[in-house]
């Protein structure tokens, strides 16, 4: 959906958090949007689309021009509902800014705004490996990553991730990737996890995408694979002894893992 036009849906959702402000403030809350959770027709906390989240995106937003040229690029494709959160992405460069990355993995490229972000963020001898399937999205943002010149950062491989991964792997490569985005088919996550964990170092993070599934993970239900797998792989990491963790509620939801 478009990201800075208010939808219906969206209209609906902030809507209810109006309700749910205006209740709160009677009721003497002090944070009266938190009180209420994930407000419902809402794919985020604070309501994407809503007005808290303009506000946010108006005063942090500083998005590269070519990154914001191929946003815009993007809303025009019918799956730009894929594309990353732009604030998130920020986020993720400014971490792998503070970490030194050099090296990084982008799991799910779509038309290529987060590869083109990291892209951006890593020295001249960086490299992105970019896993995808789907040539077709990604030559919608190729040529941007030339025209914002850091094509040359950008390592495409258009087969299977796990493929990917593996190759990686097998080129002797564990514990030298300094960051990992995984966004891409969600019955696979566990997997991408797994071989991220080989191969970012210690001290490396690992973000995965998605992990509220537009709150889904509230009731996954039997059949819904998608939602097994991210719940699951949820719970799974929140046990997981081998990496620090935080779980922002940004975008639809993502899981930063900090490699012990
Ligand atoms: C949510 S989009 C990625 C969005 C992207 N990270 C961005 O910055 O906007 C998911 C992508 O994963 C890709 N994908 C699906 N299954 C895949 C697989 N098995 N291996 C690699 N990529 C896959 C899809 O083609 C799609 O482009
Ligand atoms: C991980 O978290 C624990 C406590 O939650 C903390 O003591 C430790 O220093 C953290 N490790 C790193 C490397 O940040």
């Known amino acids: 959906m478009p990201f800075f036009s208010i939808t219906k849906e969206m209209a609906i959702g902030t809507a209810v958090l109006g309700v749910a402000f205006a209740t709160g403030v009677l009721a003497g809350k002090k944070y009266p949007f938190l009180a209420f959770g994930i407000p419902r027709s809402s794919k985020t906390l604070l309501g994407k689309g809503g007005p808290l989240w303009q506000y946010i995106l108006d005063h942090s937003l500083r998005e590269h021009p070519v990154l914001k040229k191929l946003r815009l690029l993007t809303l025009d494709h019918p799956w730009s509902r894929m594309m990353v959160s732009c604030d998130q992405a920020q986020l993720m460069a400014n971490l792998a800014k503070l970490i030194k990355a050099k090296k990084a993995i982008e799991i799910g490229v779509f038309t290529g705004y987060n590869t083109l972000n990291m892209a951006l963020v890593l020295p001249d001898d960086g490299k992105v490996i970019a896993c995808d399937i789907n040539e077709d999205y990604v030559s919608i943002g190729k040529p ?62 690992i973000a995965i995408d998605n992990v509220l599934w537009h709150g889904k993970v509230l009731k996954p239900s039997k059949n819904d694979m998608e939602t097994q797998s991210l719940h699951h792989l949820n719970e799974k990491i929140f046990r997981d002894v081998r990496v620090n963790i935080s779980m922002l509620p940004m975008g639809d939801g993502v899981t930063l893992a900090f490699k012990l």
Request: charged share 35%; hydrophobic share 35%; net charge negative.
């Open 144 to 205: 941007l990553w030339k025209e914002a010149g850091v094509e040359h950062k950008i390592d495409l491989r258009i087969k299977p991730a796990i493929q990917t991964l593996d190759e990686l792997l097998a080129d002797g490569e564990a514990g030298t990737y300094d960051f990992a985005f995984i966004d891409a088919d969600k019955q696979s996550y566990n997997e991408y996890y797994e071989k991220c964990l080989r191969l970012v170092r210690k001290g490396g993070i």
